[in-house]
């Protein structure tokens, strides 16, 4: 019951964002059509149109799991896995003013904490579709990477008005080979002697750095435990 309390707030706000953003308006609004106690939306919502669009953003890392559960991705490299899961995050959603709306919001800095943990959530979640088990700084060093790369595609998507976007999928690949040119140029350093003994003292220290149990554990984005 309080789950579909919650979608039905959420679905309701929506009518609204587009108008009045992530507001208090908004969320008042919301609990009038949807016909809901405030009492029991602002035990749902606790700060209001806020915890909405977080929720939001939510249900679309949700839908984006479902659909990448179901993809066939056999025969795929592994960097346009990662290009079909950022693609498949942005495609999800078919509200994008109501992301718009929701950029604006997190780059507040009273809700940029919130923001920053929501573009890691997601980060998360697409890793953990496409199998990945690091636990080693590794954990922290790809969803940093895949983080930049995600908000820096959903701000070029935003402002895109190619048809079906093809100027945004064109960005996408563009920024996964900057990330691919990285790769590459670690492995070099690794492969070289001397450089490799430059660099094995940092490398031994952030190996040690162990990535917390779940995305949950720590309350900031990039949060990790010490090592055990």
């Known amino acids: 019951m309080t789950d579909d309390t919650a979608t039905r707030l959420l679905d309701a706000a929506l009518n609204h964002v587009a108008f009045d953003g992530w507001s208090e308006t908004t969320f008042r ?12 939306a602002r035990g749902l919502f606790p700060r209001g149109a806020v915890d909405m669009a977080i929720a939001f953003h939510r249900r679309g890392d949700d839908a984006m799991a479902a659909r990448l559960a179901q993809a066939d991705d056999e ?14 995050r942005i495609e999800v959603v078919d509200d994008r003013e109501a992301v718009r709306r929701g950029t604006t919001l997190f780059a507040l800095p009273l809700y940029a904490p919130d923001g920053a943990k929501l573009i890691w959530g997601t980060a998360d979640r697409i890793w953990g579709a496409l199998g990945d088990t690091a636990r080693d700084f590794n954990w922290y060093t790809k969803r940093a990477t895949l983080s930049g790369v995600y908000s820096s595609t959903v701000l070029f998507w935003l402002g ?3 048809i079906d976007h093809q100027a945004t999928w064109d960005f996408l690949d563009r920024r996964i ?15 070289n ?11 031994r220290v952030l190996s040690n750095i162990r990535a917390p ?13 010490a090592p055990r």
């Open 29 to 40: 609004a919301a609990v009038t059509d949807a016909g809901v106690d405030p009492v029991v």
């Open 193 to 203: 002697p001397l450089l490799k003994r430059v660099f094995a003292g940092p490398e």
């Open 177 to 191: 080979e900057d990330v691919m040119r990285i790769e590459k140029t670690k492995a070099k350093v690794r492969e």
């Open 75 to 88: 025969g795929l490299r592994y960097r346009d896995k990662v290009a079909r899961a950022i693609r498949t």
């Open 213 to 225: 149990r779940s995305a949950r554990e720590s309350d900031l984005p990039g949060g990790w435990t």
């Open 160 to 162: 895109d008005d190619s």
